[in-house]
């Protein structure tokens, strides 16, 4: 590729080799790594520098053992992209000979020569612009790293760049102790792995290209310095996750609504409902036709007394947004050591158990009759608890009873029923034999 009349050089042959021997003795101490060479030509072309190079050994070691011959079967050119000189790209045409090799058992005969210092065998970028894309990459990734590769002088697509980070190998400094695993995706939505994190490192440790807990516990067995795994954090917890974890410490309430025949006419009672969620058992705090914030202090101070409240053990008590809940009565509970848990504005849902009593006792009782008088109400709705809790097998306890009367509970006996509001609710059990 001699280019020697674009950069103004005359003369024959020899003159110009004897001009590129001296310019590599001047520039030895930029380009050390290329003195085993000999500068066959050199030329500027495109904005990059182009180096004719030819190794100056004259055999090659064959891989057979024996020392191979002088006798060049042919040659070959290479490309290889160097890093660059004052900000230019540079290009190293490299003539690689063939040898023959002069040993009777060899089984290639011929070999080629090799350059692993300055060149992996098939590789296009010089050891020294490998090392430094690899940082490129590192520090900013394959897109943004060929870009900046190519603002530098450096010639290295993005896939380039890539594969040397991935091929590059990272000795660990200290045994991980302390390692927190996350999930990273490899297509987000599709496919994901798994991240290990050093956590008292602060520093990556491995991708796993899969997300299940086979290839965590193989990694784990690889690695037995780890003494403390963590998982991913979460925000938050799920409603599922509180109901469970807080499960024997939780209680729910709610109003429901019922209209009584009065002297007054139709009035609406409002009846305040406490339910344990763990055993299902309810309570009525309070019934009024005017839900005031006094009634509700009446009602709170009822359910947190330090001998019989119905919140006695409990931790949570959830309820809705209903402004009847007044600020008051939250402040009494958090006061004797009941956090109140309010619900987001229109979610039943999340207040299921409490919301199936309700159902249960209107459509079973309050939906069957008609109430005349508060005394009735009463009357009403304690036939209906008593019915509840001793007589009605619930299917979220395995269909048993909340609460069993000793003399229910025959297996041989005479079978009997009891009625209550009139053979509205009735139960059928077998006499204690
Ligand atoms: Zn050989």
Redo the contacts with the bound molecule.
């Keep these: 590729m001699a280019d020697f009349e674009s950069l103004g050089l005359k003369g024959g042959v020899w003159t110009h080799l004897k001009e590129a021997r001296s310019h590599v003795v001047c520039l030895q101490p930029f380009l050390p790594h290329l003195t085993s060479f000999r500068l066959l030509a050199y030329g500027w072309r495109d904005s990059i520098w182009h180096l004719d190079l030819r190794a100056r050994r004259r055999s090659e070691a ?5 020392h ?1 011959s002088t006798a060049v079967h042919s040659s070959y050119r290479r490309t290889i992209a160097d890093v660059p000189i004052a900000g230019a790209q540079v290009l190293i045409h490299l003539q690689v000979r063939r040898f023959f ?3 009777v058992a ?4 011929i ?1 080629a020569e090799r350059f692993s210092a300055l060149v992996p065998v098939r590789g296009r970028h010089r050891v020294g612009a490998r090392t430094a894309l690899r940082h490129i990459g590192l520090a900013i990734g394959g897109r943004a790293g060929a870009r900046l590769a190519h603002t530098l002088g450096l010639s290295g697509r993005y896939r380039t760049i890539l594969r040397l980070v991935h091929g590059a190998s990272y000795p660990l400094l200290a045994a991980p102790r302390v390692v927190g695993l996350d999930a990273w995706a490899w297509r987000r939505g599709r496919r994901f792995g798994t991240m290990i994190c050093d956590l008292e490192g602060h520093q990556g440790l491995d991708l796993l290209p899969e997300r299940s807990a086979a290839s965590v516990a193989q990694w784990l067995q690889a690695h037995p310095s780890v003494e403390i795994v963590c998982r991913e954090r979460k925000a938050g917890m799920s409603w599922q996750q509180f109901l469970k974890i807080h499960w024997n410490v939780l209680a729910a309430t709610d109003f429901f609504t019922v209209e009584v025949v009065t002297w007054h006419g139709l009035v609406t009672y409002y009846v305040l409902v406490v339910m344990e969620l763990s055993t299902r058992r309810v309570h009525i705090a309070g019934i009024t036709p005017h839900p005031t914030d006094a009634f509700m202090t009446q009602c709170t101070r009822q359910l947190t007394d330090d001998v019989d409240g119905f919140l006695l053990d409990k931790r949570y008590l959830i309820h809705d947004r209903d402004e009847k809940f007044v600020h008051g009565f939250d402040w009494m509970l958090r006061a004797s050591g009941v956090e109140p848990v309010i619900l987001p504005p229109r979610s039943p849902k999340l207040n299921a158990y409490c919301e199936r009593f309700v159902r249960s006792i209107k459509e079973e009782a309050l939906h069957q009759i008609i109430v005349i008088g508060e005394a009735s109400l009463r009357y009403v709705l304690q036939s209906y608890l008593t019915y509840y809790h001793h007589e009605r097998n619930h299917q979220g306890l395995s269909n048993q009873l909340i609460a069993p009367e000793p003399g229910m509970k025959g297996q041989s006996g005479q079978v009997r029923r009891r009625d209550r509001l009139r053979g509205l609710l009735s139960c059928y059990y077998r006499d204690a034999a």
């Design positions: 064959c891989p057979c053992g024996r191979g090799c002069r040993h060899c089984p290639q005969r070999v």
